[in-house]
Each structure stands twice: as C-alpha cells, then as structure tokens.
C-alpha cells in the first residue's frame, strides 16, 4: 500500500507509528508536545528513532476527557501538520472521530485516519474516509470500562 511516498507492505512487515500528543490533559505525556517547535523537534527525534508513521491526537481519550469540538482540534492540530509537512516527508495519521476535523486535516497533509471510536461516533465517518481514499485505523473505544465479553 502507498501512503504518501513510501510503500508498506503490511502482510510481511512492522512498521513504526510514533505517537504526538498535541493535548494539554494527555494520559500519556501531559502537554509535552503542545507548543509548534517542540511538537517538530519531537517528530524529527521519532523518525530518527525508527518511525515511520506520524500519528497526531489533538483531544485526550483518558477516562473523564472534555471532548473538543472539531474547530479547537482544528486549531491544534492544523499549525502542527504544516511545520511536518514543510520538514518531513512521513506520513501522518490524525487520531479523530470527527469527519469535518479529518476533511480539514487531509487537505493540510494528513494521509491516515485513525478513529479511536471505530467510525462509529460520527455517522458521516466512514463515508468521509471513503470519499477521500485514505487508510483507516480502527480503534476500540466505549462509554465505559464494564466488559462483560470483549470479544
């Protein structure tokens, strides 16, 4: 498969996806990679670390997470995509559940969604991420954590 300028083969290789964490309430990193500059700085340390996917999450997933309305992802995300692309030519992944985000996002110079609802949290989703002909991850997500049966 093509993703921007490089070939994955994903039956017989690994590949590397670095994550970015453009929020301030992250689980994770805490608002590490919030500010322009350092959110570049850290993508050009994972490349040289072996990765070869970029993925950006601009609205924290964590138990109790505010959730963002697609113009403040936009905000976040947006500034951050352009100093990548003007840097790196890897491709990137945007973590949303949100159509209008990923539109916006692809025309910038996202190459991959990656949807921690499993394109079930926005009904225009799955037809967005068909009419624009980008690779999709789908992620397992729910209102809360009581599983009777996983799978």
């Known amino acids: 498969m093509l993703i921007r ?32 500059d350092r959110a570049v700085k850290h993508v050009e340390d994972m490349i040289n670390e072996g990765a070869s996917i970029i993925d950006i999450g601009a609205e924290s997933t964590r138990p109790g997470f505010t959730p963002l309305s697609s113009e403040e992802e936009l905000e976040r995300v ?28 692809v025309k910038e110079g996202a190459d991959i969604l990656n949807d921690v609802w499993g394109l079930k949290s926005d009904p225009e989703m799955a037809k967005t991420a068909k009419d624009l002909d980008i690779p999709v991850i789908l992620m397992h997500n729910k209102d809360n954590n009581n599983y009777n049966d996983l799978m």
């Open 5 to 36: 300028n490089k070939e994955f083969d994903f039956k017989n290789d690994a590949y590397i996806m670095g994550i970015l964490n453009v929020t301030p309430d992250s689980f994770s990193d805490g608002g590490k990679w919030n500010d322009v």
């Open 78 to 105: 947006i500034p951050i995509i352009r100093k990548i692309r003007e840097n790196f030519d890897i491709p990137i992944s945007l973590d949303t559940y949100k159509a209008n985000t990923l539109r916006e996002v």
